[in-house]
């Protein structure tokens, strides 16, 4: 049974960081590519940031570029996602996402076999 555990939201004022991570239960943690997905209130779920296998691989979304930054410890099966800058539009449920199949960073939420539970990250203004 493949589970995937965010933690690290909460409330924070805009400009402060928050560090989310995502624990894997998955075996092949180390050769899944594995995503940031996010959900705000009325939207649909959209990309955040990807990153491959072995980490030497990232991709973000335009609006999070420059701000966040994904990275991987293959030896603690977690994912991370370091969010700097953060703005009230980026309040929304944050969800990791691994991808058991060939290839990575996927933007759309059908290319990814696994997905966590999420985690609210609020941002006031």
């Known amino acids: 049974q493949v589970q995937l555990v965010e933690s690290g939201g909460g409330l924070v004022q805009a400009g402060g960081s928050l560090r989310l991570s995502c624990a894997a239960s998955?075996?092949?943690?180390?050769?899944?590519?594995m995503a940031w997905f996010r959900k705000a209130l009325g939207k649909e779920r959209e990309f955040a940031a990807a990153?491959?296998?072995?980490?030497?691989?990232?991709k973000y979304a335009d609006s999070v570029k420059g701000r966040f930054t994904i990275s991987r410890d293959n030896a603690k099966n977690t994912l991370y996602l370091q969010m700097n800058s953060l703005k009230p539009e980026d309040t929304a449920v944050y969800y990791c996402?691994?991808?058991?199949?060939?290839?990575?960073?996927?933007?759309?939420?059908?290319?990814?076999?696994?997905w966590g539970q999420g985690t609210q990250v609020t941002v006031s203004s």
């Open positions: 996402a691994s991808r058991e199949h060939a290839g990575w960073g996927h933007v759309k939420p059908g290319e990814y076999d696994y």
């Open positions: 998955v075996r092949t943690f180390s050769s899944n590519a």
């Open positions: 990153i491959n296998w072995s980490g030497g691989g990232t």
